[in-house]
């Protein structure tokens, strides 16, 4: 009895298959099929256009600040630390909101550049729709609120590159935070 049964599941099987082979190569012939399957058709909608100018901002550490550094205390020199990453970190949110943040280090200590005050290092890149959008970042970043972090950081914003070679995802160029 139960070889029966498989035996007849497996040719209901088959001949299911053979049906649906069969209709599949008829089925441009059968009436209303494409306006139907049009119907339920799935579109995928077309990807926005991200804007294709970007801005870059690099780092370097001002020598004097360095100098300044050196001579605090341990704590006093871990409170200034901590002071100059919380401003980066709002200035990166603060442009945040004005354009997008691709890619590049968003509040993260390894952000700020080391001792070596002829070294720029690539900060982050941001989309920017147009120039008046830069405008706005770069009046962000000269406020009063930031003067603190431009005594301490050479920070120049640069702008105008397209989009096209820079990568999505985020790019670790250095892992050089604050040392002594």
């Known amino acids: 009895m139960e070889i029966f049964g498989l035996v007849s599941s497996i040719l209901l099987a088959l001949i299911l298959v053979a049906i649906t082979h069969s209709l599949y190569k008829k089925r441009d012939k059968i009436p209303y099929y494409r306006p139907i399957r049009d119907k339920f058709k ?27 550094l050196m001579t605090l205390e341990e704590s006093q020199y871990e409170e200034q630390k901590a002071r100059t990453l919380a401003l980066m970190e709002q200035l990166v949110r603060e442009w945040s909101e004005v354009a997008q943040h691709k890619w590049g280090f968003h509040g993260s200590e390894y952000g700020l ?16 729709k147009d120039h008046d959008t830069y405008r706005k970042c770069l009046e962000r970043m000269q406020s009063e609120t930031y003067l603190p972090l431009r005594r301490q ?13 820079l990568p999505s995802h985020t790019v670790e160029l250095f892992r050089q935070g604050f040392s002594r």
């Open 42 to 68: 799935r579109k995928k909608k077309k990807p926005e256009k991200e804007p294709t100018q970007r801005m870059l901002v690099v780092i370097r550490r001002h020598p004097i600040g360095r100098a300044a």
């Open 113 to 128: 550049p080391s001792s070596n005050d002829e070294n720029w290092m690539l900060f982050a890149a941001f989309v920017v």
């Open 153 to 165: 950081c050479d920070i120049r914003v640069l702008y105008g590159e397209e989009m096209e070679r």
